[in-house]
């Protein structure tokens, strides 16, 4: 995973914080994950465990990884996570059309996901795409367990963010973590449970898939805009015929000003 280190006169240290800092940049290190213990990094880069420890210090004091109980050392988001209690997530819950705003969003920049990964992914980066997109075929029904079923698509779509290799694409859509989860929700609620809508969506993360790992850029890109475009018109679909749109696990809101109904 390492290559040896150019020290150019600096640091040692300091040369090996610079160069795990690539591997985040790239896209190796990935937000939220592990990075290799402090024994595995020292034997791979041929340094003391000292040495090593300066460089993680490095890293800590720039906000790059943090320290978890239990975890080791985790990578960091590059850009300020959207929390529950933000602005952007209070719109979301009382603004209806903040669900299409954020779907337009997903079309925007899955779609050059979808081609950079086709273009730029490795051989490490399909496999853990196949094991998202096989993941989201073996599922239990979504109607089970609605948002098991959102976080398995979510993983999917997610694994092929990370195979884009740009580090400021998957760093912005891991801040928007939460908010992007919730419109694959509202996906699963309103769609998953009607026959032919189901199908189609199957039918678009085949074509994603196939594309991807099948290296066809172009094709990944419109297959991926297809699919999200596709979602957000079912979606309006069903506001446009005045039916109450469930855009959560835990809460229903009715669209247009009208009050929920009670069943």
Same mark, same amino acid.
């Given at each position: ?10 640091? /040692? ?21 592990? /990075?290799?213990? $402090? ?11 000292? =040495? ?13 990884? $943090? ?48 081609? #950079? ?11 853990? =795409? ?5 993941? /989201? ?9 609605? #948002? ?11 694994? /092929? ?15 928007? #973590?939460?908010? #992007? ?19 189609? =969506? ?28 596709? =979602? ?6 069903? $506001? ?11 809460? $229903? ?11």
């Amino acid at each position: 995973m390492v290559e040896p280190i150019s020290t150019a006169g600096e640091p /040692i240290s300091s040369a090996i914080a610079r160069r795990l800092e690539q591997l985040i940049l790239d896209g190796t290190l990935l937000p939220g994950k592990k /990075i290799p213990s $402090e024994r595995q990094l020292s034997e791979r880069l041929g340094v003391s465990r000292t =040495i090593l420890r300066e460089a993680l210090k490095e890293l800590r004091g720039r906000g790059l990884i $943090e320290t978890r109980q239990g975890q080791g050392s985790v990578v960091t988001g590059l850009v300020p996570r959207q929390d529950t209690d933000s602005p952007l997530a209070y719109l979301f819950n009382d603004h209806p059309r903040t669900l299409y705003d954020l779907l337009e969003v997903r079309e925007l920049l899955e779609g050059q996901a979808a081609y #950079m990964a086709a273009t730029r992914g490795t051989e490490q980066d399909f496999h853990r =795409i196949t094991h998202a997109f096989n993941a /989201i075929d073996q599922a239990p029904p979504a109607q089970a367990n609605p #948002m098991a079923a959102a976080r398995l698509d979510h993983a999917f779509h997610q694994s /092929i963010c990370e195979a884009s290799h740009n580090p400021v694409l998957v760093h912005t859509l891991q801040s928007l #973590m939460q908010l #992007m989860l919730n419109t694959v929700l509202a996906s699963v609620n309103n769609l998953y449970h009607r026959g032919p809508y189901k199908e189609q =969506i199957d039918r678009h993360h085949r074509q994603i898939y196939h594309a991807v790992i099948g290296r066809r850029p172009e094709w990944a890109r419109k297959a991926a805009i297809a699919h999200i475009r596709n =979602i957000r018109e079912r979606l309006l679909e069903i $506001e446009q015929e005045e039916q109450r749109l469930d855009r959560s696990g835990g809460w $229903e809101r009715t669209l247009m000003g009208k009050k929920p109904t009670t069943d």
